[in-house]
């Protein structure tokens, strides 16, 4: 957010001064230098453990995991055509991306701006869910949150919405696709998650359309395909945008390398495909960041074009601070 946010600027003054004051001048600096020592400058916590955090123009983003769950197979998981799986596997060894014995990804993001503070997807909950644990590592209080938003009613980004019962994120205005609650709410029998976290919380949400302003910097993009009515984010502030895939940008190479893949938790492959398609070309031609859920932690970076009319993900280059 503000000032106290910006890594030690005053240290770096510090180390400015020292250098031209040279030792001579050191030891009339000497006193006001140890009176400001006294002044601790509050803590940035470092990346990892848990949480990566940038800035992208005026915004600062933190992915926040919300941890890992096993996964015995990536296949037919993250590539679930039947016919093309020998595709994908050839694609997983050029890479060296492990196969078996690895783990899905969950990658909740914190977005502030200059006056909002806002949590895209909430992780699991319960006793899977890492999210609170990393916010606290992170230095971001639940209660400091002021907008929710939910990219789509799945267990794994709706679960965190309560704790024991209670709202997780108790003075955020909750907000997600008016079809996308309507499709889940709807249902003969809704899950669990959706009883307590999207029936429970009705009171608290605001639902909107595609193309609507969630807060200033931040608008809901249409996504449909891995849901009926999921919704991405694209985000913007004074430099270049950010791109928050939610579910709708897949696995990281083999949605990217192959046009057609769809995931097996998609409710329409071909149709998430194709949104796919539209989103990756946008996050290209529009040199936006971009963050995927279930991408490898931190899980943010660019996307680039390749032969072939394929993408690639390219991860960021891990900064400390
Ligand atoms: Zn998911």
Not at 138 to 163: E, Q
Not at 243 to 262: E, N, P, T
Request: aromatic share 8%; glycine share 10%; hydrophobic share 40%.
């Amino acid at each position: 957010m503000s000032d106290d946010r910006v890594p030690s600027a005053r240290s770096i003054n510090r180390r400015s001064a020292l250098r031209l004051l040279g030792t001579a001048g050191l030891l009339t600096a000497a006193a006001p230098l140890a009176r400001a020592q006294a002044t601790p400058t509050p803590e940035v916590p470092l990346n990892g453990n848990g949480f990566y955090r940038q800035r992208i123009g005026d915004l600062t983003v933190t992915v926040v995991s919300d941890g890992t769950a096993p996964l015995a197979a990536v296949l037919p998981t993250w590539g679930a055509n039947p016919d093309r799986q020998a595709e994908f596997a050839a694609t997983l060894a050029e890479y060296h991306v492990p196969t078996t014995n690895t783990v899905n990804h969950f990658n909740p993001v914190v977005i502030e701006t200059d006056t909002h503070r806002v949590l895209i997807d909430t992780g699991r909950g319960g006793a899977n869910g890492q999210l609170l644990t990393h916010l606290r590592r992170a230095g971001i209080d639940p209660a400091s949150i002021d907008t929710v938003f939910i990219t789509h009613g799945h267990g794994d980004h709706i679960g965190g919405l309560t704790t024991q019962g209670q709202p997780t994120f108790p003075a955020a205005r909750h907000v997600m696709g008016a079809a996308e609650f309507s499709f889940w709410t709807a249902q003969p029998n809704p899950n669990a998650a959706v009883q307590a976290n999207l029936i429970g919380l009705r009171d608290r949400l605001t639902l909107l359309e595609p193309g609507a302003e969630i807060v200033p910097g931040l608008t809901a993009v249409a996504s449909p395909g891995h849901t009926a009515g999921h919704l991405s984010v694209r985000a913007q502030r004074g430099g270049p945008g950010l791109l928050v895939f939610g579910d709708a940008a897949g696995h990281f190479l083999l949605s990217l390398k192959h046009r057609g893949a769809y995931v097996s938790f998609d409710a329409d492959g071909p149709l998430a495909a194709r949104t796919r398609q539209r989103l990756f070309a946008q996050a290209v031609d529009e040199g936006l960041w971009v963050t995927g859920y279930h991408f490898p932690f931190p899980a943010i970076g660019h996307l680039r074009r390749v032969i072939g009319g394929a993408y690639e993900y390219e991860p960021t280059v891990w900064q400390w601070s």
